[in-house]
């Protein structure tokens, strides 16, 4: 009888984790899911930074691909990063875009109206362009193992959100990001994706010992821009909505690169 519950409970266990890795996969990504799959999207942000880990892994195999092929490195970046775009489906640019918009009104009071307006203002557009200009340029600059900073930044990224989604208050009683906050977060739910992330960086210093100011600059930094930019637009707004959480990843990975390439050079 013992064991019977044991089974039934580590299969449970397990055919949960797969739904919410799908769910996560669905909601973070355009990757298709079978229809016939399970979905539950209740906590998945906690796994934001894998699903990080698992675009940038996707983006950096069409880096090195691209690579074979003898493209520049200029045209490289910039494919990998509109390649980025898509797999995401633009959901965190368009959230920076509309997050630019409302910073942008002096009245407070307006600017969560601003940001829930589907049409993309003069500081949105000037938003995704540097954000994009910014990815491409520092990413054409990186020279060496670029794969693994695609990685880093894109993890990064998604474990501001996190904090961002456990820390600060939701704004909206409605809106794509609300349901993030159904869940209860705890320190600890921070600590697999830190690991997860750290872990990139002990991987670079075993491929390269010389590169462990590198290493070590994509984990602290990583962590340091991440958690900047959510208090930033906490700061700023008083809490958070969707687009801010898009915001922050966005933004997180953007200094990143350009910190990886002043460490570099």
Not at 112 to 122: F, K, N, P
Not at 132 to 149: C, I, M, P, Q
Not at 203 to 231: C, E, K, T, Y
Request: proline share 3%; hydrophobic share 55%; glycine share 12%.
């Amino acid at each position: 009888m013992v064991d019977d519950k044991l089974v039934r409970s580590t299969v449970d266990f397990f055919r949960n984790q797969g739904a919410a890795i799908a769910a996560a996969v669905a909601f973070y990504t355009c990757l298709p899911m079978p229809v016939s799959w399970t979905l539950e999207f209740r906590g998945i942000a906690r796994l934001a930074p894998a699903i990080g880990l698992l675009i940038g892994g996707m983006l950096g195999l069409a880096d090195l691909g691209l690579q074979l092929l003898g493209m520049p490195a200029l045209t490289r970046s910039a494919l990998v990063v509109v390649l980025g775009i898509a797999i995401t489906g633009g959901l965190h640019l368009d959230g920076a875009m509309d997050a630019a918009d409302g910073l942008a009104v002096p009245d407070p009071v307006r600017r969560l109206e601003v940001m829930r307006d589907s049409v993309t203002g003069a500081f949105g557009a000037m938003a995704a362009i540097a954000i994009v200009l910014l990815k491409t340029v520092a990413l054409s600059d990186l020279n060496h193992y670029r794969w693994l900073a695609l990685m880093g930044v894109a993890g990064w990224g998604r474990w501001g959100q996190l904090v961002a989604i456990a820390r600060y208050p939701y704004l909206r009683a409605e809106g794509k990001g609300a349901f993030h906050k159904e869940s209860i977060y705890s320190p600890f739910d921070f600590i697999p994706g830190v690991l997860l992330l750290v872990s990139l960086s002990v991987l670079q210093v075993v491929l390269d010992g010389d590169r462990w100011l590198l290493a070590v600059g994509m984990a602290l930094g990583g962590s340091a821009i991440g958690i900047f930019a959510g208090a930033w637009f906490n700061h700023r707004l008083g809490g958070h909505t969707g687009d801010t959480y898009g915001a922050v990843v966005e933004w997180t990975e953007a200094l990143l690169l350009c910190l990886l390439v002043a460490l570099e050079g």
